[in-house]
């Protein structure tokens, strides 16, 4: 009979002694053990059984749990004598800042200082103890929600020291989703304030610290060493592409056909390959989503799980806001194409907005996209992948993460694209000042101000991700050669009887007396002068099936004007109409 499946359950001994379906991972203690690191970070994707396999470390070492090690009776770890022994032998500090996800820095700072303070609660029967002198008994107390910095950040290294002394042994510290704060900053815009807090914490906790044994990070990332861990020499680092731990976390295609034989459903091995496989740590490829494969034997359907829990909201905008670039490799990856790229597996939070290459290395860290192939470039001396979107489930994600972004206006991206394919300029300046006023706000997350702004590689990718429905009829590409320079857009013809269209962007500025009309006919010269029809007619089309329009933006107002003609009069109207009737809205717009 199959045990039962429980969901969200993060308590090992929960699992365990309430006989739920569990995979044996009690081989990560040991592995952990014997290889003797001082200090680990593991980043793994969200959901990967992190948080579980931290309560099996708390569960096993502790000292709180000396002579209750029967729940281990059975697993792997416990065929051991010498670690039977082992069990409940050490003090341990164990902590999570997975709940850490507040929109300002004083709030997360008081959440992180919250967190500390239950620790310190925990263990307030050292007051009463001889192991601390009457200082250190007033420093106890000053450990509070509101404590100063000084006090904050020495504190994890500070109970180290109280621990050892009352139990005479060193200390484990275990900290669960370390960068779970740190992506929220990032997003809310207070990176740079919390990374000084966390920098000290972190420098107290894992390198100044006498009285610990030895420690584990877990999170999604790897942050750089610079920005996070500058005097952590003693960190091991393991991601993505180490060997250790490879199988520990995740579940292999081994257990995977286990699973499904005990609950019945071993003819749906491909049905579940095709939506939960995929991920690839160090040189173990076939492992599965843990919290996907349990939801479907749960369920006993295919649906996307994972993609409805983690926590994707940092890939959505950096996505969101990416260069158009991005924007079109993401669109290859969605069609199941391979990216070839250099990157960087540590994540510097102050340069994904400065270049793709970063963005890549985030979503490969979160489990989106994998390595299928790693080599080193012997002549750059860096690292190169090749890249994929990680299996069905992931690419559900992304096509459903894209349409909500457009999901509010669908109807009129529909009249857009309609009025651009039968030629109706003045449809296709009505529909695009429509959804402009719909989407402009709600695309402008705040983290940048306007003065850092590029708007013109914002419009580029918003008129792209208008333009994803009609990839069935054309190959859409941007930023490409053509001519004497390189196009914005461009929509080659898949198949024959279609039009070429070519378009071109201009962001005017009105402090320096340019309209939009000025715009539309810059954009509309510099696609003459370019030639950039080269492309299209070197591949078949002819030059009368050549539609060349430009497009002007100022604020969320928008002109489009076609073929490098003089605009007529009703254009002209129109232009100015649009200036009169465009909402206000913030004189301080700020664009992604």
């Given amino acids: 009979m199959a045990r039962t499946v429980g969901i969200g359950i993060q308590s090992f001994e929960k699992l365990i002694t309430e006989h739920c379906f569990y995979i044996d991972k009690t081989d990560f203690i040991r592995e952990w053990w014997e290889n003797k690191d001082d200090v680990t970070l593991i980043a793994r994707p969200w959901r990967f059984g992190k948080t579980l396999n931290m309560n099996m470390l708390e569960r096993f070492f502790s000292i709180e749990y000396a002579g209750r090690g029967s729940v281990f009776e059975g697993l792997s770890i416990w065929r051991e004598e010498r670690y039977r022994g ?39 029967f050292l007051l009463d103890s001889e192991c601390l002198n009457e200082k250190e008994k007033e420093y106890y107390r000053k450990v509070s929600v509101d404590m100063e910095d000084y006090t904050a950040t020495e504190a994890l290294k500070a109970m180290s020291g109280f621990l050892m002394r009352y139990y005479g042994k060193k200390v484990i510290i275990l900290l669960d989703e370390y960068d779970t704060p740190m992506q929220e900053a990032y997003v809310c815009g207070y990176w740079e304030e919390l990374a000084a807090f966390t920098r000290s914490l972190f420098n107290a906790a894992f390198k100044t610290n006498p009285y610990m044994e030895r420690a584990i990070m877990t999170g999604t990332t790897r942050i750089s060493r610079e920005s996070m861990f500058s005097d952590l020499n003693n960190l091991e680092v393991v991601t993505a592409t180490s060997e250790k731990y490879k199988d520990r976390f995740g579940f292999t295609q081994e257990e995977v056909s286990g699973a499904l034989e005990e609950f019945s459903l071993a003819g749906r091995e491909e049905e579940v390959k095709q939506w939960y496989d995929g991920f690839v740590f160090g040189s173990r490829d076939g492992i599965y989503n843990p919290w996907s494969v349990l939801n479907y034997l749960d369920k006993k359907k295919a649906g996307a799980y994972w993609a409805n829990t983690s926590s994707n909201s940092l890939a959505g905008t950096l996505i969101r806001e990416g260069s158009p670039e991005l924007k079109m490799v993401m669109e290859k990856l969605l069609q199941g194409e391979t990216l070839h790229t250099a990157l960087d597996e540590q994540i510097v939070f102050s340069q994904l907005d400065q270049g793709d290459e970063a963005v890549w290395s985030l979503l490969l860290a979160s489990g989106y996209l994998k390595a299928v192939h790693a080599e080193l470039n012997m002549e750059r001396l860096e690292m190169e992948y090749d890249l994929k979107l990680t299996n069905l489930e992931v690419r559900f994600m992304f096509l459903q993460m894209i349409r909500g972004w457009f999901g509010g206006c669908r109807q009129t991206q529909k009249a857009f694209l309609k009025a651009l394919l039968s030629d109706d300029l003045e449809g296709m300046n009505e529909y695009m000042n429509e959804v402009s006023c719909e989407l402009f706000s709600s695309f402008d997350t705040g983290k940048k101000p306007s003065g850092k702004a590029q708007p013109e590689r914002f419009y580029h990718g918003f008129v792209l991700g208008l333009m994803v429905d009609l990839q069935d009829r054309y190959v859409i590409t941007s930023n490409r050669e053509s001519g004497f320079g390189r196009y914005d857009i461009m929509l080659e013809p898949k198949r024959g009887g279609l039009d070429g269209y070519i378009i071109e962007f201009k962001v005017i500025h009105t402090e320096r007396g340019e309209t939009l009309e000025d715009g539309v006919k810059s954009a509309l010269k510099q696609i003459e002068e370019k030639q950039y029809e080269t492309a299209l007619r070197s591949r078949g089309t002819g030059p009368e099936r050549i539609k060349k329009y430009g497009f002007a933006f100022e604020g969320r107002r928008v002109l489009i004007g076609k073929n490098g003609g003089e605009q007529d009069g009703a254009l002209q109207r129109k232009a100015k109409g649009y200036e009169r009737e465009a909402p206000k809205g913030d004189p301080n717009l700020r664009f992604p």
């Fill in 86 to 124: 082992l069990q409940g032998t050490y003090p341990v500090i164990m902590l999570s800042f997975a709940s850490v996800k507040e929109t300002t820095y004083e709030n997360t700072r008081k959440k992180l200082c919250h967190i500390i303070t239950e620790l310190y609660n925990r263990y307030d």
